[in-house]
């Protein structure tokens, strides 16, 4: 990248950067046309997101995948933004050569022999994206075997390796065959859909877990010994608690004239919660309807223009009111302290995840019936997986429910139980 920024740079210098020198300007298909490239081509940054399944394998997983992510992602987007720039400005974009852009605007500008250097520079790119894009699967395939939604067969550890090395191997055929069958616009399109789709949960869990997070937690059955250990410890602080307040009342020989209020203030904390949770929900509830009705609209070409206008004001009207309400809401007091831990917490909510739900939500819009049918097979095909194995073999089958403010200790103690 670094060779075809500062080749391409001087060869721009050299011919007065023709590629920006049309009369079509810079932007020929306007904004949607490059919110529809850019959805396609969201396949090249999908590798990031695939660091966060190796966090098992990282010494501190809190602090250095958040700043591994972001500090590779921030380098390599101005790289490919760079490259784009100059390669744009080479060579007009409708003269570019879809299968090979990057040596063609070399080879044409009298640079026959980078054409060497950019091609060699691929093979090594595509071999290292191919082995990265392997990374991930069999290790997402390895934890959903564990939580009993696929056959033990993916969760087997090689006891030399210690890594799935049946997954890996059963990834790369299944990725083998798909890549001999199918061809790369198609392959990216759906890739890019599975991406964008996570993302997109993502910031609504985002949400979901800062106002109306779940007050209890399924855990497995296992789990059963620390569930008992921690809930006699904390019966035992109550029983103790329950008698020192007789105690002091005997001693005090006072009737407690306050309990009444204290028990109307209890009551009224416990309403005020409810709505508050309840007012929040209706507010996510109200930005996912808006923004699915704003970006629909807004890409809906075929729509008279009154029509048009009407949805987006509508969509608009429901992301804007969602946001402001869950802006002057307070956020949970119970929600999870993983970021006040000394970990990564996510900033700027509840604005930076619904930023993040309305442009995935119009690339995705943008990708295209044909890859919304392919992707809708591969998500028939998982739920069938579901009904016929993962429902039944679940690890949540047995699960026992626990309150969500002890669910920390329950995992340490049962750690500390197995070592």
């Not at 760079?82 to 500008?109: E, H, K, Q």
């Not at 970990?343 to 943008?366: E, R």
């Not at 579901?386 to 200790?409: M, N």
């Amino acid at each position: 990248m670094l060779f075809v920024i500062i080749a391409g740079g001087y060869l721009g210098f050299q011919t007065g950067w023709v590629g920006y020198s049309v009369s079509s300007g810079y932007f020929p298909y306007g904004i949607n046309g490059v919110l529809a490239g850019s959805a396609t081509v969201f396949f090249a940054y999908i590798g990031f997101d695939s660091v966060a399944s190796t966090a098992e394998e990282v010494k501190n997983p809190q602090r250095d995948l958040p700043w591994g992510i972001g500090l590779a992602l921030s380098t390599c987007c101005f790289l490919y933004m760079m490259v784009s720039v100059v390669i744009v400005g080479l060579v007009p974009y409708f003269a570019m050569d879809p299968d090979t852009p990057i040596s063609t605007a070399f080879s044409r500008n009298g640079m026959q022999w980078a054409m060497y250097i950019v091609t060699t520079g691929a093979v090594l790119a595509l071999c290292s994206t191919l082995m990265g894009s392997i990374l991930p699967q069999p290790r997402i395939l390895m934890a959903m075997s564990r939580d009993g939604l696929l056959p033990p067969f993916f969760s087997e550890i090689n006891s030399h390796s210690q890594v799935p090395v049946k997954s890996t191997v059963l990834t790369g055929i299944g990725a083998a065959i798909l890549a001999f069958f199918m061809d790369v616009s198609e392959l990216a399109g759906m890739v890019s859909v599975g991406t964008l789709l996570a993302f997109t949960m993502v910031a609504i869990s985002i949400l979901i877990l800062r106002y109306v997070p779940p007050s209890e937690v399924p855990l497995p059955s296992s789990f059963h010994e620390s569930i008992i250990s921690v809930s006699s410890r904390y019966s035992a602080q109550e029983i103790d608690v329950e008698i020192k307040e007789d105690s002091k009342q005997v001693l005090d020989m006072e009737p407690s004239a306050v309990c009444p209020l204290i028990g109307k203030e209890v009551v009224q904390d416990k309403a005020n919660e409810q709505e508050r949770r309840k007012k929040a929900s209706w507010s996510i509830v109200f930005v996912c309807i808006g923004v699915l009705i704003l970006t629909s609209s807004a890409s809906a070409s075929f729509l008279p223009s009154p029509v048009q206008y009407v949805a987006c004001s509508v969509g608009g009207l429901l992301l804007l009111s969602g946001l402001f309400v869950l802006s002057c809401t307070d956020q949970d007091d119970a929600r999870h302290s993983f970021g006040h831990a000394g970990g990564f917490i996510c900033p700027f909510v509840p604005f930076l995840p619904v930023c993040c739900i309305l442009i995935n939500s119009y690339l995705l819009i943008n990708l295209g019936a044909s890859t919304w049918m392919r992707v809708s097979i591969w998500l028939v095909i998982g739920v069938l997986v579901y009904i016929f194995y993962g429902r039944t073999h679940s690890s949540l089958t047995d699960a026992i429910y626990v309150p969500s403010a002890h669910v920390d200790e329950i995992c340490r103690t049962a750690s500390r139980s197995t070592v």
